[in-house]
């Protein structure tokens, strides 16, 4: 599968150790749309339990905003 990415990298700055890790690598919370038209999410795992192959994953609210923006919506 092919991920092209629309929104991100988004850096969050922890102020505390109860806050999502810092990212400083670049490689953070992403959106990515993929080249069957779906979207792909890279985010912090929650846990949460899932079916097998499945995870929940926590990506900032402005994260999303940006990929609706980058698509047109």
Do not use: W
Request: aromatic share 2%; charged share 25%; net charge negative.
């Amino acid at each position: 599968m092919e991920l092209t990415r629309i929104a991100g990298p988004i850096r969050l700055n922890a102020a505390n150790d109860d806050d999502p890790p810092k990212c400083g690598t670049g490689d953070c919370p992403t959106v990515f749309v993929t080249d069957r038209g779906t979207l792909a999410v890279q985010g912090y795992v929650v846990e949460h339990e899932t079916p097998s192959g499945e995870a929940v994953v926590e990506i900032p609210v402005a994260l999303l905003k940006e990929a609706l923006r980058a698509l047109g919506r």
